[in-house]
């Protein structure tokens, strides 16, 4: 790689930006503002300072540079396509299906990203692991990692600065964009982090503190860095969030959002790049216009269009379940026993509308930061002491980073601690495989004395909270989507925990929620329906509209069981369809047999048999970014899919 002067960096890092912004623009979302933050670091360090070939990115003795702050991979991208690894244009294909530029960084899709990332305070532990490979090889690359200053809450980053020093490894050196604000807000404010210098100095690092915005600091920080000997390198970077943006400058708010074309258009004139922004946007539209036609081709036909909202009849509306969870903890939230604990993630998941506009909850809602694990405990001495801890953040995270801590320390302890699972399956979409939670009910269902929510819509995600919260003695996981779903119960559809609900479809109506009757299971009684599907979660309307289309198509009578709670699952519901339907297909929004392998333990240990038994779910595999139902739709989820089972099963 030829070496660009400081002049030349100053003009490339514009470019840089543009491109990148334009690319955010075309995907519709991604991390604007920590991308713009680091983009001055990156491209010292693939422009100048780092050993690699873009025509040979495995080169043994390449230098090697990990994206700990995963979300950040927009400005990662554009590294490599500035620098040849990629034709730069092909960037506005940035977090959509099947492109190598997912949501955040994976090694297996893109030549030149060392390490899949997007779960924080992890790279500095691979990048420790492949210092010392490098030093066991006797090797001279490099390693290099970028982290956020909100990241330095996650504890194993502490792990892998204190594993560094230790091993006196001169060949890695951590870049700490500090940008000073995170997702809730000021880091100082989320969980003050101290003296960054001093804490990393305190363990043996050689410290360089710089404006990581000053190109020539930056350039001169790595060279001084391949001068130190027995001793890691800290470089400390003091950068403006939003960089070169002046309406994002600065503001939390542009932390996971893209700009729209008014916003684009005043960005780039800002930055002073001028860019065929049409023509790079079309490259975007005909390939979402190319994958579009891939899914759509793979979707079971039918003699009409039984999408959600397609059809004059049958109108869904749709909700976040999300706001279910956060209506019900601002009706409770006056408990005194009730305490929230926030990891920075809290107006995603809606965890802040506890406190929202009560100050007089403020006192009870504890930020975390970025620090699972310790959250998870910490709630547990909360529930020690009588209170009731609700602990929220990201599913991946909640029941899949922290499954140490809810196992011993929540579960063995039986502990009253509420804990939320957020963003559950592939329909979070864009973010990719990193946010989907495709494992977390075989982890969380497999824990004894915890208790399993996965309501269907944002009513029952309010009941169920309500029920975790206020009746159920002892550890709670509840699991809940993203995205809008549809609204298929009312204040007055029958919850009780432990007993699942039957519904049946009785005739298209104006209303799609007017279409079906439902009943607690306990006082069903049997239609001598062809075949049930058991379903959880944003599935439950899914099988719905498969109920619909399988009646309206081939005239086959359906027995809909919503599932909302796991565990305990109720095993006399689905003992009694096993018995009476000759069909049962179980469908979730998770990996296969989350649910299914539950259901079909249950039957089998009834001593019921059912003629023919399938699942659907998501086939063993990692998600993908792409758009929410696009992605239901990719992995077989939606109802075309199920209904396309069960008419294959009945022999249609």
Same mark, same amino acid.
């Given at each position: 790689m030829k070496k660009l002067s400081i002049p030349e960096l100053e003009n +490339?890092?514009?470019?840089?930006?543009? %491109?990148?912004?334009?690319?955010? $623009?075309?995907?519709?979302?991604?991390?604007?503002?920590?991308?713009?933050?680091?983009?001055?670091l990156v491209a010292a360090a693939y422009l100048n300072v780092m050993k690699h070939d873009p025509k040979n990115p495995q080169m043994e003795d390449r230098d090697r540079f990990l994206f700990s702050a995963g979300h950040k991979a927009?400005?990662?991208?554009?590294?490599?396509?500035?620098?040849?690894?990629f034709d730069i244009k092909d960037l506005m294909k940035l977090r959509k299906l099947e492109s190598p530029y997912q949501g955040h960084p994976h090694r297996l899709k893109l030549e030149g990203v060392e390490a899949s990332t997007?779960?924080?305070?992890?790279?500095?532990?691979? +990048?420790?692991?492949?210092?010392?490979?490098?030093?066991? =090889?006797?090797?001279? $690359?490099?390693?290099?990692?970028?982290?956020? =200053?909100?990241?330095? #809450?996650?504890?194993? @980053?502490?792990?892998?600065?204190?594993?560094?020093?230790?091993?006196?490894?001169?060949?890695l050196v951590a870049i700490v964009d500090i940008n000073r604000l995170q997702?809730?807000?000021?880091?100082?404010?989320?969980?003050?982090?101290?003296?960054?210098?001093?804490?990393? /100095?305190?363990?043996?690092?050689? @410290?360089?503190?710089?404006?990581?915005?000053?190109?020539?600091?930056?350039?001169d920080a790595y060279e001084k860095a391949k001068t130190v000997k027995e001793k890691p390198t800290a470089i400390l970077a003091n950068t403006v969030k939003g960089k070169s943006v002046s309406f994002m400058e600065n503001e939390a708010g542009w932390h996971g959002k893209a700009p729209n074309r008014e916003q684009l258009d005043q960005a780039l004139k800002e930055i002073g790049v001028e860019l065929p922004v049409d023509d790079l946007l079309k490259i975007a539209q005909d390939y979402q216009t190319k994958m579009d036609k891939k899914v759509e081709g793979n979707l079971p036909k039918f003699s009409k269009n039984y999408w959600w909202n397609e059809q004059d009849n049958m109108k869904a509306e749709m909700r976040p379940t999300r706001k279910g969870f956060g209506e019900c903890l601002a009706e409770v939230g006056d408990d005194p026993r009730i305490v929230?604990?926030?990891?920075?993630? *809290?107006?995603?998941?809606?965890?802040?509308?506890?406190?929202k506009d009560k100050k007089h909850r403020n006192d009870r809602f504890l930020s975390m930061g970025i620090a699972e694990q310790s959250g998870t405990a910490v709630a547990a001495g909360l529930a020690k002491e009588g209170k009731i801890p609700i602990f929220g953040t990201y599913a991946v995270f909640s029941a899949g980073r922290a499954l140490d801590q809810i196992r011993t320390t929540v579960c063995y302890g039986n502990y009253n601690v509420k804990i939320t699972g957020a963003h559950g399956g592939v329909s979070?979409?864009? =973010?990719?495989?990193?946010?989907?939670?495709?494992?977390?009910?075989? #982890?969380? !269902?497999?824990?004894?004395?915890?208790?399993?929510?996965?309501? !269907?819509?944002?009513?029952?995600?309010?009941?169920?909270?309500?029920?975790?919260?206020?009746?159920?003695?002892?550890?709670?996981?509840?699991? %809940?989507?993203?995205? *809008?779903?549809?609204? @298929?119960?009312?204040?007055?559809?029958? %919850?009780?925990?432990?007993?699942?609900? @039957?519904?049946?479809?009785?005739?298209?109506?104006?209303?799609?929620?007017?279409?079906?009757?439902?009943?607690?299971? *306990?006082? %069903?009684?049997?239609?001598?329906?062809?075949?049930?599907?058991?379903?959880?979660?944003?599935?439950?309307? /899914?099988?719905?509209?498969?109920?619909?289309?399988?009646?309206?198509?081939?005239?086959?009578?359906?027995?809909?069981?919503?599932? $909302?709670?796991?565990?305990?699952?109720?095993?006399?519901?689905?003992?009694? +369809?096993?018995?009476?339907?000759?069909?049962?297909?179980t469908a979730e929004e998770h990996q296969k047999g989350g649910l299914g392998n539950r259901v079909a333990a249950a039957l089998l240990e009834a001593g019921v048999a059912p003629e023919k038994f399938a699942m659907i779910g998501v086939p063993d595999r990692f998600g993908e970014s792409g758009g929410s139902w696009e992605l239901v739709k990719y992995f077989g989820l939606s109802a075309e899919f199920i209904a396309q089972k069960g008419k294959e099963l009945a022999g249609k």
């Open positions: +490339a890092v514009k470019e840089m930006r543009a %491109y990148m912004l334009v690319a955010l $623009h075309a995907a519709g979302s991604g991390h604007t503002g920590g991308s713009l933050s680091c983009m001055d927009p400005a990662l991208y554009t590294a490599l396509g500035y620098s040849g690894y997007g779960s924080l305070g992890q790279g500095l532990s691979i +990048a420790v692991g492949m210092a010392l490979a490098g030093r066991l =090889d006797k090797k001279d $690359h490099r390693v290099y990692c970028l982290m956020g =200053d909100g990241e330095q #809450q996650e504890g194993q @980053v502490w792990e892998a600065v204190m594993e560094a020093a230790h091993y006196k490894l001169d060949n997702i809730d807000g000021k880091v100082s404010d989320v969980m003050d982090l101290g003296e960054l210098k001093a804490k990393y /100095e305190s363990f043996g690092w050689n @410290v360089i503190e710089i404006d990581g915005h000053n190109m020539q600091q930056i350039v929230c604990l926030g990891a920075d993630i *809290s107006g995603s998941i809606c965890i802040d509308m506890f406190h979070v979409g864009p =973010d990719g495989a990193t946010h989907q939670a495709l494992e977390d009910i075989f #982890q969380m !269902c497999g824990l004894p004395n915890m208790n399993v929510f996965v309501p !269907c819509d944002s009513i029952e995600t309010k009941k169920a909270s309500n029920t975790m919260i206020l009746d159920i003695e002892g550890p709670c996981y509840i699991r %809940y989507a993203r995205e *809008s779903t549809p609204i @298929v119960t009312t204040e007055s559809t029958p %919850y009780k925990f432990g007993t699942a609900n @039957v519904i049946r479809y009785r005739g298209a109506k104006e209303n799609f929620i007017d279409a079906f009757e439902t009943k607690l299971a *306990s006082d %069903y009684k049997s239609e001598n329906e062809d075949l049930t599907i058991v379903a959880c979660g944003p599935e439950v309307p /899914e099988a719905m509209r498969a109920a619909w289309i399988l009646k309206e198509e081939f005239g086959i009578e359906t027995r809909i069981i919503n599932m $909302h709670t796991l565990k305990p699952l109720d095993n006399d519901t689905l003992a009694k +369809a096993g018995k009476e339907t000759k069909i049962v297909i």
